[in-house]
């Protein structure tokens, strides 16, 4: 089996920092994303990878930036901290190809903005 | 677009009552169905899918099944435990082509108390 490592688990930032959230997976997937989860919200796709060096938007994605350097890592970068701001922020990864397949999900980055 | 709707945000029941999470989609084509479960702390996991018309998924006593003509999975569970306590997402999975985004209902928060 394999697994997907974010990193911080918690991320505590000022307003109007730039912050950067990491995420590895080792199954060998091609397509990585990054959620938004916010209470009673579920998941809202910010940015998605189909392989390395690819960028795709998603319906959340300004305010951010995303970064496919390996096919193992995915980085997601928060430009300007906005004040009050509380989400968990989740990696995926999926095989593509087939309709079936399931995305793995990593446990996740809390970040709060003081 | 492609959209999936959860009826119930929260649920509440005592052990060993039944237990039903409506989802309904809309999407083209025949998408591939998933549940996934999160517990605290954790990313979701995948409960279980099914990918054609009256195919049922199942996984630790819960079940859904696939149906095109009310464009439906519902989950269901005869008799929960205090440890089902977690947020539960329907899902579906891209169709068409050059389509990666999956997309998730809203969650549905499950309490049971003991």
């Known amino acids: 089996g394999g697994i997907i490592t974010q990193t911080p688990k918690f991320l505590i930032g000022q307003e109007g920092q730039k912050l950067t959230l990491k995420c590895q997976q080792n199954?060998?997937?091609?397509?990585m994303y990054w959620y938004r989860q916010d209470s009673g919200k579920g998941l809202r796709l910010i940015y998605y990878?189909?392989?390395?060096?690819?960028?795709q938007k998603g319906d959340l994605s300004e305010g951010y930036d995303a970064s496919r350097e390996k096919k193992s890592s995915f980085s997601l970068t928060v430009t300007s901290a906005q004040k009050n701001e509380m989400a968990v922020f989740l990696c995926?990864?999926?095989?593509?190809?087939?309709?079936?397949?399931?995305?793995?999900f990593g446990p996740g980055t809390r970040l709060t903005v003081l | 677009g492609d959209s999936v709707t959860q009826t119930e945000g929260q649920v509440a029941l005592s052990e060993e009552d039944f237990l039903t999470i409506h989802c309904n989609y809309s999407?083209?084509?025949?998408?591939?169905l998933f549940w996934y479960v999160q517990y605290p702390g954790e990313g979701p996991q995948l409960l279980f899918r099914?990918?054609?018309?009256?195919e049922k998924g199942s996984s630790r006593g819960f079940e859904a099944t696939y149906d095109k003509g009310t464009t439906s999975f519902h989950l269901r569970k005869a008799s929960v435990q205090e440890s089902d306590s977690a947020v539960y997402y329907c899902?579906?999975?891209?169709?068409?082509?050059?389509?990666?985004?999956?997309?998730f209902g809203a969650g549905t928060r499950l309490k049971v108390i003991a």
């Open positions: 995926a990864s999926s095989w593509t190809g087939g309709s079936s397949y399931e995305q793995y």
């Open positions: 199954f060998n997937h091609d397509t």
């Open positions: 990878s189909i392989t390395e060096n690819d960028l």
């Open positions: 999407a083209s084509g025949y998408p591939t």
């Open positions: 099914a990918s054609r018309d009256k």
């Open positions: 899902a579906l999975s891209p169709v068409n082509t050059g389509n990666y985004k999956y997309v």
